[in-house]
T-cell receptor
Framework: GQQLNQSPQSMFIQEGEDVSMNCTSS?????WLWYKQDPGEGPVLLIA?????ELTSNGRLTAQFGITRKDSFLNISASIPSDVGIYFC???????????FGTGTRLQVFP | ETGVTQSPTHLIKTRGQQVTLRCSSQ?????VSWYQQALGQGPQFIFQ???????GRGNFPPRFSGLQFPNYSSELNVNALELDDSALYLC??????????FGQGTRLTVV
């Protein structure tokens, strides 16, 4: 099935460090979403972006909707142990609720 | 807590059997989407229901079917189960064309 290109695939960082991950697509999307998924659980919505160039924050998380509408990035500042999990980007076309997900970034945080 | 609940949480079926998974959407949400997530992959769109009608389908065979009820809850039915159908099945609810919120998923194992 179709998946967006997400990088890096995995990250191992120390508590307190900043993290950056990004997502690229060959298609244009009208909405970009970032989700976090813990093992055996459903994805939890972190941030939603609706306009090209939009920069949105949610606590220590900041995400941007790329100008070309084909990419997005997510930054996590001052990481803590509970940030551990798999982060997925997802693109959504206008007038459809279908989400195309990225391949995921697995984040490990060491104390 | 997203308000989206799925049942059962785990299920083991034999190849060739049929299975029904259930989803209660978040209050006020009229759109339900179903996703299949294989181990180590991002979720893949199966189909979506809006006001009790199928409103978009991914690349899944006809033995994957669904229903949406007047209270917007939904069922996913899979006939003639195959080993490759083993996955986490996720339900997401939304108000049409807005961000989707996921349930905790049903882990289906086909043996």
């Amino acid at each position: 099935g179709q998946q967006l290109n997400q990088s890096p695939q995995s990250m191992f960082i120390q508590e307190g460090e900043d993290v950056s991950m990004n997502c690229t697509s060959s298609s244009i999307f009208n909405t970009w979403l970032w989700y976090k998924q813990d093992p055996g659980e459903g994805p939890v919505l972190l941030i939603a972006l609706y306009k090209a160039g939009e920069l949105t924050s949610n606590g220590r998380l900041t995400a941007q909707f790329g100008i070309t509408r084909k990419d997005s990035f997510l930054n996590i500042s001052a990481s803590i142990p509970s940030d551990v999990g798999i982060y997925f980007c997802a693109g959504q076309l206008y007038n459809t609720d279908k989400l195309i997900f990225g391949t995921g970034t697995r984040l490990q945080v060491f104390p | 807590e997203t308000g989206v609940t799925q049942s059962p949480t785990h299920l083991i079926k034999t190849r060739g059997q049929q299975v029904t998974l259930r989803c209660s959407s978040q209050s006020g949400h009229n759109t339900v989407s179903w996703y299949q997530q294989a181990l180590g992959q991002g979720p893949q769109f199966i189909f979506q229901y809006y006001r009790e009608e199928e409103n978009g389908r991914g690349n899944f065979p006809p033995r994957f079917s669904g229903l949406q009820f007047p209270n917007y809850s939904s069922e996913l039915n899979v006939n003639a189960l195959e080993l490759d159908d083993s996955a986490l099945y996720l339900c997401a609810s939304s108000i049409r064309n807005t961000e989707a919120f996921f349930g905790q998923g049903t882990r289906l194992t086909v043996v």
